[in-house]
């Protein structure tokens, strides 16, 4: 393959960013804020993050916005001092080396536990268990039917995400991601089987997608409007809790023709299903090309993409940007590799969630290309 003519190593300008390359570390989940105060540590996360800085944009593991939005074990905050003091670290050393670095900020709802909530229960749209696992500091346990949210504690979430989005600018990220996908908060707000609400926040999909307009409305009254985005994940079907029914796609539509029609984000990112759903008459099968002539803006695409198919998609014009999950994970030379034209290492599952270095940062590099180019 001829270099020059990869798609995803072209250069690209998202808002007020130039991109050296399309290639975006997709947000993970890896549990190694194994500390007291969940926070990032310089000795795993910031060299994690710089280890794949040649990424055209990195979006970090999902955020917790507050101590209520926490579902699962060692997953770093953005709501405290030390918080933000261990971000600030990540954000200087990739900025250094020339890399460019979006917060996730996230709230898991249902998908949580008592146990991390002092035994109360965790809050949702509607008190629906979603009859999951979640890992908890005492072991893997059964969901719970969760507590459904007053329209107080709607306003009280609205305004953590609002300070996490501080805290965000605080820590020195380029922007902030809005975790609004994979049956967390947002997304079961969006979701007729898990929201059953009959006031202004369900019902009608307008209802159903109100409070993430407004959690977006009020962050945008303290950051540009170009350095937010939103990730989704239309087609979720049997997992993380989340059922589709004849309204999730319109819902979707909605949202999606919304932002594109009123907002200047940065992006918008979608995910490609993550089962099979084309025996469902009302699921879509290939998000991409179906989204792409409803977003007039930045589109960013997931979930399961190689580098064959991540230039092909951007290829064919139904996406601007790609987000590799597990592949940076156990390469963090991955555009080097994709220059190069190297094969890829394979990850090692068992090592994803587990602490220490193992996994995480000592994946080798094979290319030359470890760090950006300033």
């Given at each position: 393959?001829?270099?020059?003519?990869?798609?995803?190593?072209?250069?690209?300008?998202?808002?007020?960013l130039?991109?050296?390359?399309?290639?975006?570390?997709?947000?993970m989940?890896?549990s190694?804020?194994?500390?007291d105060?969940t926070?990032?540590?310089e000795?795993?996360h910031?060299?994690?993050?710089?280890?794949?800085?040649?990424?055209?944009?990195?979006?970090?593991?999902?955020s917790?916005?507050s101590?209520?939005?926490v579902?699962?074990i060692?997953?770093?905050?953005?709501?405290?001092?030390?918080?933000?003091?261990?971000w600030?670290?990540?954000?200087d050393?990739?900025?250094?080396?020339?890399?460019?670095?979006?917060?996730q900020l996230?709230?898991?709802?249902?998908?949580?536990?008592?146990d991390?909530h002092?035994?109360?229960?965790?809050w949702?749209?509607?008190?629906?268990?979603?009859?999951?696992e979640?890992?908890t500091?005492?072991?893997?346990?059964?969901?719970?039917?969760?507590?459904?949210?007053?329209?107080?504690e709607?306003?009280?979430?609205?305004?953590?995400?609002?300070?996490?989005?501080k805290?965000?600018?605080?820590?020195?990220f380029?922007?902030?991601?809005?975790?609004?996908?994979?049956?967390?908060l947002?997304?079961?707000?969006?979701?007729g089987?898990?929201?059953?609400?009959?006031?202004?926040?369900?019902?009608?999909?307008e209802n159903?997608?109100?409070f993430?307009?407004?959690?977006?409305?009020?962050?945008?009254?303290?950051m540009?409007e170009n350095?937010i985005?939103a990730r989704?994940?239309?087609s979720?079907?049997g997992?993380?809790?989340?059922?589709?029914?004849?309204d999730?796609?319109?819902?979707f539509?909605?949202?999606?023709?919304?932002?594109?029609?009123?907002?200047?984000l940065a992006?918008?990112h979608?995910?490609?299903?993550?089962?099979?759903?084309?025996?469902?008459?009302?699921?879509?099968?290939?998000?991409?090309?179906?989204?792409?002539?409803k977003?007039?803006?930045t589109l960013m695409?997931?979930s399961?993409?190689d580098?064959e198919?991540?230039n092909?998609?951007?290829e064919?014009?139904n996406?601007?940007?790609?987000?590799?999950?597990?592949?940076?994970?156990?390469?963090?030379?991955?555009?080097?590799?994709?220059?190069?034209?190297?094969?890829?290492?394979?990850?090692?599952?068992?090592?994803?969630?587990?602490p220490?270095?193992?996994?995480?940062?000592?994946?080798?590099a094979?290319?030359?290309?470890?760090?950006?180019?300033?």
């Amino acid at each position: 393959m001829n270099t020059k003519e990869q798609a995803l190593l072209t250069p690209y300008t998202m808002g007020n960013l130039d991109l050296p390359n399309r290639v975006v570390m997709a947000p993970m989940t890896r549990s190694r804020a194994d500390n007291d105060d969940t926070a990032p540590t310089e000795d795993l996360h910031v060299k994690y993050y710089t280890q794949r800085a040649t990424a055209g944009l990195i979006i970090t593991e999902g955020s917790q916005v507050s101590k209520r939005a926490v579902g699962y074990i060692n997953t770093a905050g953005i709501y405290s001092t030390a918080q933000v003091e261990g971000w600030k670290k990540v954000t200087d050393s990739v900025h250094k080396v020339g890399g460019r670095i979006f917060a996730q900020l996230w709230h898991v709802g249902r998908i949580s536990h008592p146990d991390f909530h002092n035994g109360e229960l965790p809050w949702a749209p509607s008190a629906i268990n979603p009859e999951e696992e979640v890992y908890t500091p005492d072991g893997q346990k059964k969901t719970v039917t969760p507590k459904a949210m007053t329209v107080e504690e709607i306003q009280t979430t609205k305004e953590e995400f609002v300070q996490a989005a501080k805290n965000a600018m605080n820590a020195g990220f380029d922007g902030i991601e809005i975790h609004s996908s994979n049956g967390y908060l947002f997304h079961q707000f969006f979701n007729g089987t898990s929201n059953h609400r009959e006031d202004n926040y369900g019902g009608t999909k307008e209802n159903k997608a109100r409070f993430f307009f407004e959690v977006l409305d009020a962050i945008k009254e303290v950051m540009p409007e170009n350095k937010i985005g939103a990730r989704f994940n239309p087609s979720l079907n049997g997992v993380f809790g989340m059922t589709m029914d004849e309204d999730t796609i319109p819902t979707f539509d909605y949202i999606i023709e919304r932002l594109s029609d009123e907002y200047d984000l940065a992006y918008v990112h979608l995910s490609e299903p993550f089962t099979d759903v084309s025996d469902l008459d009302y699921a879509v099968s290939n998000i991409a090309e179906h989204y792409r002539p409803k977003y007039k803006g930045t589109l960013m695409i997931n979930s399961g993409f190689d580098q064959e198919k991540g230039n092909k998609v951007i290829e064919e014009g139904n996406a601007d940007l790609v987000a590799f999950g597990k592949l940076y994970v156990s390469n963090p030379d991955l555009v080097g590799r994709f220059r190069e034209n190297v094969e890829t290492a394979d990850w090692d599952k068992d090592t994803f969630y587990t602490p220490g270095k193992e996994g995480y940062t000592d994946y080798e590099a094979e290319t030359r290309e470890l760090m950006p180019q300033k």
